[in-house]
């Protein structure tokens, strides 16, 4: 597997393959990216960090059925493989360990 740690865009594409589950193609991650991030994602971006993603062997991809309504072409879905979950929870528990650290700052109840 090609390089492990995964950058702040990387952990955002990736949990939102997740929480897409059977629905995770381009438009989709864009849409959701901006609808949960307030940031507008442009899909040529998006497109170079799946092929990474990829790459890495943290997600994986297959083609859809062809759709009339896209001209015949088909949608590329992407699934966040077990080295992606892993990837994921590895960064949510440093995440986590490092808040835990700052003085004055309480996860629980904080927000």
Request: proline fraction near 1%.
């Amino acid at each position: 597997m090609k390089g492990s740690n995964l950058g702040e865009f990387e952990e955002l594409i990736l949990l939102t393959i997740a929480a897409l589950v059977n629905d995770a193609y381009s438009v989709a991650v864009c849409d959701e990216l901006e609808k949960h991030t307030g940031r507008a994602a442009k899909l040529g971006v998006v497109h170079a960090v799946l092929n990474r993603l990829e790459e890495k062997g943290l997600v994986k991809s297959h083609l859809g059925e062809a759709s009339s309504t896209r001209g015949g072409k088909r949608k590329r879905y992407y699934e966040v493989t077990h080295a992606g979950k892993v990837a994921l929870t590895k960064a949510k528990e440093v995440r986590e360990s490092l808040w835990s650290i700052i003085p004055g700052f309480n996860l629980e109840g904080s927000i």
